[in-house]
């Protein structure tokens, strides 16, 4: 059974750092894009980052987040710089059961519960 454990949210003052941290567990995920979605108070969850053999990054995060991932223990981390009070969300880690990196969620076969990420003006 496919397990994807998100931890490192918080509250965070704006122009602060958070790392998330997500674990997968149930299968090997090497060759699988993992990817992070965010979804904000009334609005449509939507794509952040995603990691496979290339990266790739939503405008609105490009320069302030930074994705990356340990193959060997299976988790994918994302970097959060510079936050802003519109990055502030629950976040969700994903992961497509392909080595092609896509923005959209529909695209991707298992999740996390989420965490939640607060950032204060």
């Known amino acids: 059974q496919v397990q994807l454990v998100e931890s490192g949210g918080g509250l965070v003052q704006a122009g602060g750092s958070l790392r998330l941290s997500c674990v997968a567990s149930g299968r090997t995920f090497s060759s699988y894009a993992m990817g992070w979605f965010r979804q904000g108070p009334g609005k449509e969850r939507e794509f952040v980052a995603a990691i496979a053999y290339n990266t790739q990054y939503t405008d609105s995060v490009k320069g302030r987040f930074t994705i990356s991932r340990d193959s060997a223990k299976n988790t994918v981390y994302l970097q959060m710089n510079s936050l802003k009070p519109e990055d502030t969300a629950v976040y969700y880690c994903?992961?497509?059961?392909?080595?092609?990196?896509?923005?959209?969620?529909?695209?991707?076969?298992?999740w996390g519960q989420g965490t939640q990420v607060t950032v204060s003006s």
């Open positions: 994903a992961v497509r059961r392909s080595g092609v990196v896509l923005p959209t969620w529909s695209s991707y076969d298992y």
